[in-house]
Structures are given as structure tokens and as C-alpha cells.
């Protein structure tokens, strides 16, 4: 009786274990519900919910090409400040990550930093010009 207990106990923590490797630690761009857009130059915010717009915007970010380990060194501001929502069980909390973004007026590309992994990606002119339509023009 007195093994009970612990028997119990053991198949918590094995249970606890297996449950917490279920939440990646990569985000999974089919999993992005929702962005938050901070434009601090304009002083406006506003909310992507809609399907399409959200559709859009993983295609995009999906041509992002990432550089790893590099810090921003921009003279100017970011344009954006883009909060990603994603939703991978609707019991457990969103996961949100941060995107500065910078669009250059000399070749119309953009770069944008991902600060939680200290990453620096780039869009070309086509690529920065349809996200630039979705997070600023819309």
C-alpha cells in the first residue's frame, strides 16, 4: 500500500514531462490567429483578425530570409511594431512574438528583426511591398 503513492507520483511527473514537450518552441505559421500592429510614427494601432489578411501575411512571412544572431543597427525608428498571435490549443494561452519592421525608401525592401530569437530577416521589393499593403495600408 505504502508503494501506491509514489507509483502515482511517478506517473504525475511522466504525464507533467510528455505535456510540456507538447508546446513548441517553434511557432507554426498555420497556427497565427491574429496580429497586432503598432505604428508609433502615425500613433496608431489596430488588429488583423480577418482570414484572408492573416492567410496573406503567413505566405509572406514564410519568404522572410532569416540571419541569425544579428542585431538591428538602423538609424531610424522601426515603422512597425508587429505582435504575432498564435493559437496552438484553444484551452492553453496564445503565444505572441515581436517583429520590428523596417521598409527602406532607396530599394523598397524591408527588414524586419525577430527579438526573441535575436534574428534578422530581409523581404524583397515584392515581398515587402504586400506586406507593407497588409500591416500599413489597409
Known sequence: MKKSPMIISIIT???LIGCSNDASNE???NQLTRVDISEEKREK????TEKEKIKSLRKTISRIDW????KPQMAEKEDVI????FTYDKNMPERLTEYSIWFSKEDGSAEI???EKNALGTLDK??????KELLINN
Open 126 to 131: 515584392e515581398n515587402a511591398q504586400i506586406l
Open 27 to 29: 511557432f507554426d505559421l
Open 113 to 115: 528583426f525577430h527579438r
Open 82 to 85: 508587429a505582435t504575432l498571435f
Open 13 to 15: 511527473i511522466l504525464l
Open 67 to 70: 540571419e541569425a544572431n544579428i
Open 45 to 48: 494601432e489596430f488588429i488583423i
